[in-house]
């Protein structure tokens, strides 16, 4: 995928988000990203959910979905711990860099204002 390096940080807080909610598994994931532009394949997706796994953001079981054996993930506490922590700092990011407010801009702004 091109910029994998620069985007795998936002894969994985996706990835933490949909598990989080209604869970996951892999073939599903990958749809998702799909959807929302990342090109990511089974090659570097499953490695993935299984370092998240090993690094205790997600636990997995096997359960069947639409007929399929599947490998179900879901995050644990510090997965969901994780994800609360990243909010806040994609919230903040977001402001800089997609609607160019840094901290030293507002506060300019704010001057003009008064
Ligand atoms: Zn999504």
Redesign the pocket.
């Known amino acids: 995928m091109p910029e994998y390096e620069i985007l795998s940080g936002l894969i994985r807080l996706?990835i933490l988000?949909?598990a989080s909610r209604e869970g996951l598994f892999g073939l599903g994931m990958i749809h998702?990203l799909r959807e929302?532009g990342y090109k990511i394949g089974p090659g570097t997706l499953y490695p993935l959910l299984h370092r998240m796994e090993k690094q205790g953001y997600l636990r997995s079981r096997e359960r069947v979905v639409d007929g399929k054996q599947r490998r179900w993930y879901t995050t644990t506490p510090r997965g969901r711990r994780a994800l609360l922590e990243a909010k806040a700092r994609v919230g903040e990011l977001f402001r800089e860099i997609v609607k160019d407010e840094t901290p030293e801009a507002r506060s300019h702004r704010h001057h003009k204002k008064t």
Do not use: T
Request: glycine share 0%; hydrophobic share 0%; net charge negative.
């Open positions: 996706h988000y949909h998702e929302h």
